[in-house]
């Protein structure tokens, strides 16, 4: 008979699928990437998906490999949201996410299925880090963190279509 150590240590623990979720936006790859990434401070619901809430003025992004992501607070706070692990312009970048209790990652991808159509794709893994009460500490809303994206990617559709392409864009990137 198994002592209750004995079951805990051959219990494994919950594997926690991906959460992707992905929409289409009517512009071209590289304009879509560049709004991702430079005017993520316009478009991201700081007041629903941030710590500094209507503290947030600003969410940085550091374009290059081993950047962070960062949002900066009217008080001059810096809270790091995660570190760039793979930095692919205009199609990828992968982040660490250091906004739940474990650090999970995040991948962001951008398909040109046309001249000026893109699919964007998050996928949030890396949940079974977190233990059972960590991963209802990281999900509180209903609907967890796939309706959150769902929110956040809606956001940045609207933004991305309203704006034309090449405003988010410098010379000679992407």
């Given amino acids: 008979m198994q002592t209750n150590s004995e079951r805990e240590a051959s219990v494994r623990r919950l594997q926690r699928?991906?959460?992707?979720?992905?929409?289409?936006?009517?512009?071209?790859?590289?304009?879509?990437?560049?709004t991702f990434v430079r005017t993520i401070a316009l478009w991201?619901?700081?007041?629903?998906?941030?710590?500094?809430?209507?503290?947030?003025?600003?969410?940085?992004?550091?374009?290059?490999?081993?950047?962070?992501?960062?949002?900066?607070?009217?008080?001059g706070t810096v809270v790091v949201w995660g570190e760039i692990l793979n930095w692919e312009p205009p199609h990828r970048?992968?982040?660490t996410w250091t906004g739940t209790p474990a650090t999970t990652e995040v991948e962001f991808t951008f398909i040109a299925l046309?001249?000026?159509?893109?699919?964007?794709?998050?996928?949030h893994r890396g949940w079974e880090t977190l233990?059972?009460?960590?991963?209802?500490?990281?999900?509180?809303?209903p609907g967890g963190y796939a309706a959150g994206w769902e929110l956040?990617?809606?956001?940045?559709?609207a933004a991305t279509e309203t704006q034309p392409s090449g405003t988010s864009q410098p010379p000679g990137n992407y």
């Fill in 17 to 34: 699928p991906p959460i992707r979720q992905s929409v289409l936006v009517q512009s071209d790859i590289s304009h879509t990437f560049s």
């Fill in 44 to 75: 991201w619901p700081v007041a629903l998906f941030s710590s500094g809430k209507e503290e947030v003025r600003d969410i940085l992004v550091e374009e290059r490999l081993g950047g962070r992501i960062s949002e900066v607070w009217e008080d």
């Fill in 93 to 95: 970048f992968l982040m």
């Fill in 114 to 123: 046309g001249p000026t159509l893109t699919r964007v794709t998050v996928e």
């Fill in 131 to 141: 233990s059972e009460a960590q991963w209802d500490q990281a999900c509180p809303r």
């Fill in 152 to 157: 956040i990617l809606g956001a940045f559709v």
